[in-house]
């Protein structure tokens, strides 16, 4: 199983740092087998997101791509519009689970808008932006996305 993990930080990419949140995910995928091939700090841009995502994902260099960030409220938080435009078929539990979690530890949870769907053979997660809610999300439903990876990619 291959992945990709982004972090949309315009902020970050300028200053060409790297993102604490991929880190930490990172190592979550490769101890249950994935091979991260692509993970890096994306400007939050909607056309560059949508490039990358469907590049990787229609040339099926990966089986699984999650982005970290741009799930609010603000006008350039562009993830979950660029899933739900280039996906295939979405997968709404994904995130309504991640949010149910989430809003153990703060109401703000209700405001994320993040989104999960398939594009040909490529699963496709928006994640929270801080690195601990991130990390946190994906132990929650890690199991679930290498289910829906093994299925999908079959």
């Not at 200053?15 to 930490?24: G, V």
């Not at 490039?51 to 409220?73: C, K, P, S, Y």
């Not at 996906?87 to 149910?100: C, F, M």
């Amino acid at each position: 199983m291959k992945a990709a993990i982004f972090t949309l930080d315009t902020g970050l990419y300028r200053a060409r740092k790297e993102s604490t949140a991929a880190s930490a995910l990172k190592r979550m995928l490769e101890q249950v087998g994935f091979e991260v091939k692509a993970a890096g700090v994306l400007p939050e841009d909607k056309k560059v997101l949508s490039a990358v995502m469907q590049r990787l994902a229609d040339t099926e260099a990966v089986d699984l791509i999650l982005t970290t960030g741009g799930v609010g409220i603000q006008k350039r938080d562009c993830a979950p519009d660029v899933v739900e435009e280039i996906s295939d078929r979405l997968l709404p539990g994904i995130p309504e689970a991640v949010r149910a979690y989430n809003i153990r530890h703060t109401k703000k949870a209700i405001l994320d808008r993040s989104a999960a769907g398939i594009r040909n053979h490529t699963l496709l997660v928006n994640l929270p932006e801080s690195a601990k809610a991130a990390k946190e999300s994906l132990e929650y439903i890690l199991p679930e996305l290498v289910y829906v990876v093994e299925k999908v990619s079959a």
